[in-house]
């Protein structure tokens, strides 16, 4: 039943949208999206190695917004960012904080060290996808005088 | 040609990407794609998150400059679509300058999103990540009042020109001041899954999602404004919300 979890990341996605007045089919998309990066998430759950599954999530994600975007002729940023935000380590944020306020300090290093881990994989997975992609797109530079 | 107005053009439309949260690679991009459209090859354009600067030198050796202050971002998808869009179609029709000007003007004029609508997806994020995170429905129930509470709290202190980073401590500790006060009441609740909830929606989801993609295409400043950006909006959201923590473990006891 844990993948009940991703209808909520959809439902979180949906109202992601609202907030950042993204409209029409972007919002279905972009939600299903956001659903798709916890799907992959939870399906690769028997390595055991959360970081891991964080980066292959964001890798899925990101490809999957680099495709729609050329589909839908949008920006690619539109889908990431609201595929991203379930995998944002929102709760080692809070519970590294908490460890510190009640003076856990062991504890305090190990979630802050794991919280950092996991946006590092958010961090190269969005860097690897987005550097092969541009190989098929290149940036459009001035040409020098 | 007229030059000013085609150097004004180009910021104007640098400017209203970035003021809504579109990527410096994406705005630099346009600028210069406007330039080449109306046959300026060596337009120069430089832009980091709170800063535009666009120059060109004229044929006859004359240098026009022209800079753009951004003094506040928000996040609006529907308005860097439709700017996107805009820039592809001047490239492609090299509409007069006076065109531009005017449709600029109307994408700026769209309507935000309305104040409650803003509320109400506040709401409902907090408490789809709270059951997300696990929590049960009566967690959902709490996490939607604290949701509810932020946008307000942001649009009271916004009116007041108080500083970015104590919006978001102040945005993030009543919340969980919210959810501690309820959690004191009905001891069954999973306050952590509330809290972790509401606060998700004061994530820097823009900035962790630009900073990478801006330093793979090789802006570093404006990498690095971002990234110092997110880690300073994560530190504020974890001292607002250890702030409510302490706080009420010192009143309540708990």
Known sequence: MEYFACFWSFCACTAFCLVYNIRGKALVFASLNGALGWFVYLLLSFVKNDIFQFFVATVATAVCSEILARILKKPATEFQIVALLPMVPGNGIFYTMEYCVIGNNAMFIQTGLHTLGIAGALAMGILLVSSLFRISNPPYRSKLP | ?254
């Open chain 2, 1 to 254: 040609m007229n030059y000013d107005q085609l150097v004004n053009a180009s910021a104007d439309a640098g400017y209203l990407l970035i003021a809504n949260g579109a990527e410096i690679s994406r705005a630099e991009e346009s600028m210069r794609r406007i330039f080449h459209a109306y046959g300026m090859e060596q337009g120069e354009v430089f832009a980091i998150p709170t800063f535009i600067s666009v120059s060109l030198s004229t044929p006859d050796g004359r240098p026009i400059t022209a800079i753009r202050r951004i003094p506040s971002r928000q996040v609006n998808m529907d308005r860097v679509d439709r700017a996107n869009d805009l820039c592809r179609r001047i490239c492609r029709t090299r509409p007069d300058f006076n065109t531009i000007r005017r449709e600029i003007r109307r994408i700026e004029s769209l309507p935000a999103v309305p104040f409650a609508l803003q509320v109400a997806a506040f709401a409902a994020v907090a408490s789809a990540f709270t059951l997300f995170y696990g929590g049960n429905a009566a967690d959902a129930w709490v996490a939607f009042f604290c949701g509810a509470s932020i946008r307000p709290v942001w649009c009271l202190l916004d009116h007041f020109h108080v500083n970015q980073f104590f919006i978001y401590i102040a945005a993030s500790f009543v919340p969980a001041v919210i959810a501690l006060v309820f959690a004191d009441w009905n001891a069954y609740l999973n306050y952590d899954k509330i809290i972790i909830g509401a606060l998700m929606n004061l994530v820097p989801g823009i900035a962790i999602t630009d900073f990478m993609r801006d330093i793979i295409a090789g802006d570093m400043i404006a990498g690095i404004l971002r990234f110092t950006e997110s880690l300073l909006v994560a530190a504020a959201i974890a001292i607002g919300a250890g702030v409510a923590l302490t706080a009420t473990r010192t009143l309540f006891g708990v």
